[in-house]
């Protein structure tokens, strides 16, 4: 029995038979899957104060770690000009044996970013010259690319914020920055592997559209994503170890004395406090999401977003309750970044069109 016409693919110049659209959608999922690992990589840097261990910015040669006890040696002594060391860890005691485990963390998410780009940029070449990628998905490719790019570069500036004598911490405007242009990034792969998918199913299947709802819910969960990093880059997670109240009222003490913009973006109660309970606005604009995914017949991605928050809020009640445990908090930015790409899904699914 002959395929159907549908499902053949058509030979390219050179006359091999291209990638279908679902080889393409395939390995996109596989980059996102990379990306999720790296934000838990990232987390992780964060949590165990990894991420000013490396003073420069070197992308090629900067993949090998120090191979040499001297190359080890000015490696911390470049890291021992730094606040974070003559404030923090210096006085602490920190020996060459501790440096090595912040470096190895920060080096790890280094690399995986390396990593990240190769996985992308090589197979996007490789589907470029053979002509497997369908008309009018390059420019949202090259985009993908972009930001990939971008990514690095903003992670750079996140280090630099933090390497002056004066300052133990990178700036956490920087640090959300970072984190959201990685989340949307993984939020673009998703969607455009689920278009490929479809197209593959169909060829005369058109690009879904975003619509005001998944728009809404996006910017919601943006903000909540938005206050996690700025919690964790003011350590705002340690302020209280209570659940529901904080320091036994609802809402804490804060210093309002910079005025209440700098409350607001700065003080450490105030942002936990902001994150922990702007969580049940992004609750209820998800279920608001997954309930007109539903009606669209896409149960299982309405599971997806219902599971990811619900397991997300009991992660963060934990989270504060064990006074961010590392292993709770990694788990707890694994949880965000899985919620994010069904979201992703759910977003799709209300703006997929026939």
């Given at each position: 029995?002959?395929?159907?016409?549908?499902?053949?693919?058509?030979?390219?110049?050179?006359?091999?038979?291209?990638?279908?659209?679902?080889?393409?959608?395939?390995?996109?999922?596989?980059?996102?899957?990379?990306?999720?690992?790296?934000?838990?990589?990232?987390?992780?840097?964060?949590?165990?104060?990894?991420?000013?261990?490396?003073?420069?910015?070197?992308?090629?040669?900067?993949?090998?770690?120090?191979?040499?006890?001297?190359?080890?040696?000015?490696?911390?002594?470049?890291?021992?000009?730094?606040?974070?060391?003559?404030?923090?860890?210096?006085?602490?005691?920190?020996?060459?044996?501790?440096?090595?485990?912040?470096?190895?963390?920060?080096?790890?998410?280094?690399?995986?970013?390396?990593?990240?780009?190769?996985?992308?940029?090589?197979?996007?070449?490789?589907?470029?010259?053979?002509?497997?990628?369908p008309?009018?998905?390059?420019?949202?490719l090259?985009?993908?690319?972009?930001?990939?790019?971008?990514?690095?570069?903003?992670?750079?500036?996140?280090?630099?914020?933090?390497?002056?004598?004066?300052?133990?911490?990178?700036?956490?405007?920087?640090?959300?920055?970072?984190?959201?242009?990685?989340?949307?990034?993984?939020a673009?792969?998703?969607?455009?592997?689920?278009?490929?998918?479809?197209?593959?199913?169909?060829?005369?299947?058109?690009?879904?559209?975003l619509?005001?709802?998944a728009?809404?819910?996006?910017?919601?969960?943006?903000?909540?994503?938005?206050?996690?990093?700025?919690?964790?880059?003011?350590?705002?997670?340690?302020?209280?170890?209570?659940?529901?109240?904080?320091?036994?009222?609802?809402?804490?003490?804060?210093?309002?004395?910079?005025?209440?913009l700098?409350?607001?973006?700065?003080?450490?109660?105030?942002?936990?406090?902001?994150?922990?309970?702007?969580?049940?606005?992004?609750?209820?604009?998800?279920?608001?999401?997954?309930?007109?995914?539903?009606?669209r017949?896409?149960r299982?991605?309405?599971?997806?977003?219902?599971?990811?928050?619900?397991?997300?809020?009991?992660?963060?009640?934990a989270?504060?309750?064990?006074?961010?445990?590392?292993?709770?908090?990694?788990?707890?930015?694994?949880?965000?970044?899985?919620?994010?790409?069904?979201?992703?899904?759910?977003?799709?699914?209300?703006?997929?069109?026939?």
């Amino acid at each position: 029995m002959n395929a159907p016409a549908s499902r053949l693919t058509p030979p390219d110049r050179s006359g091999r038979r291209a990638a279908r659209p679902r080889t393409v959608a395939l390995w996109l999922l596989c980059v996102a899957a990379l990306v999720v690992a790296m934000v838990v990589v990232g987390g992780i840097t964060r949590l165990t104060e990894s991420g000013l261990s490396i003073t420069e910015w070197k992308p090629v040669t900067g993949a090998l770690p120090p191979l040499s006890e001297a190359q080890w040696q000015a490696e911390f002594a470049a890291y021992q000009q730094i606040g974070e060391y003559q404030q923090i860890n210096g006085p602490a005691g920190m020996t060459l044996a501790d440096y090595k485990f912040i470096y190895f963390w920060e080096w790890s998410h280094r690399l995986l970013g390396r990593l990240i780009g190769l996985a992308f940029a090589l197979p996007l070449a490789w589907f470029w010259l053979r002509g497997a990628i369908p008309a009018g998905y390059k420019p949202r490719l090259l985009a993908l690319l972009a930001l990939g790019g971008l990514q690095g570069v903003f992670g750079w500036y996140m280090v630099r914020s933090g390497l002056s004598t004066q300052t133990t911490d990178v700036s956490h405007f920087w640090l959300s920055i970072h984190l959201l242009t990685a989340l949307f990034t993984l939020a673009g792969l998703v969607w455009t592997a689920l278009d490929l998918a479809a197209l593959d199913a169909d060829p005369a299947a058109r690009p879904a559209r975003l619509t005001g709802v998944a728009a809404g819910v996006g910017l919601v969960l943006a903000i909540q994503l938005m206050l996690g990093a700025w919690v964790a880059g003011t350590n705002a997670g340690l302020a209280s170890d209570s659940w529901p109240l904080m320091q036994g009222r609802f809402v804490p003490e804060a210093d309002w004395s910079h005025g209440a913009l700098w409350a607001l973006s700065h003080d450490p109660f105030m942002l936990h406090f902001l994150h922990r309970w702007w969580a049940w606005a992004a609750v209820a604009a998800l279920i608001l999401l997954a309930r007109a995914v539903k009606r669209r017949g896409a149960r299982p991605a309405s599971v997806a977003i219902h599971s990811a928050f619900g397991i997300q809020i009991l992660l963060g009640i934990a989270t504060v309750l064990t006074g961010v445990a590392l292993w709770l908090a990694a788990l707890h930015q694994l949880v965000g970044a899985l919620l994010v790409a069904a979201t992703a899904w759910g977003a799709y699914e209300t703006g997929r069109r026939p």
